[in-house]
């Protein structure tokens, strides 16, 4: 079965950096549009960006845009997001999530696989 697993979660101050890796097994990973979503306590799980299955095209969240970037590599069947000039109000569990049906979409609904999620913790 289709298995997503993130890494690289912790503790930074605020202005920092973090990678967030998730590999991806049990099925060809150029099949998928990958995304990241994060939620925050409290709050809904919300669209931070997507890659196309081939990479050539991403999608950022207006508030992340110029500060995160979305990655992936077929041979390592992994997708990446680092993320730059980190804000406290970031802080969130981060999940990576797989789409297989055609196209790609910012709704949280269209993707049918998900990580476990990383927790990233931005401190003042």
């Known amino acids: 079965q289709v298995q997503l697993a993130e890494s690289g979660g912790g503790l930074v101050q605020a202005g920092g950096s973090l990678r967030l890796s998730c590999a991806v097994s049990?099925?060809?990973?150029?099949?998928?549009?990958m995304g990241w979503f994060r939620q925050a306590p409290g709050k809904e799980r919300e669209f931070v960006a997507i890659?196309?299955?081939?990479?050539?095209?991403?999608w950022y969240a207006d508030s992340v845009k110029g500060r995160f970037t979305i990655s992936r590599d077929t041979g390592k069947n992994t997708v990446w997001l680092q993320m730059a000039s980190l804000e406290t109000e970031e802080t969130a569990v981060y999940y990576c999530?797989?789409?297989?049906?055609?196209?790609?979409?910012?709704?949280?609904?269209?993707?049918?696989?998900w990580g476990q999620g990383a927790q990233v913790t931005v401190s003042s």
């Open positions: 999530a797989a789409r297989s049906r055609l196209g790609v979409t910012t709704a949280d609904v269209g993707y049918g696989y």
């Open positions: 049990g099925r060809t990973f150029s099949s998928f549009a």
């Open positions: 890659i196309s299955r081939s990479g050539g095209s991403t």
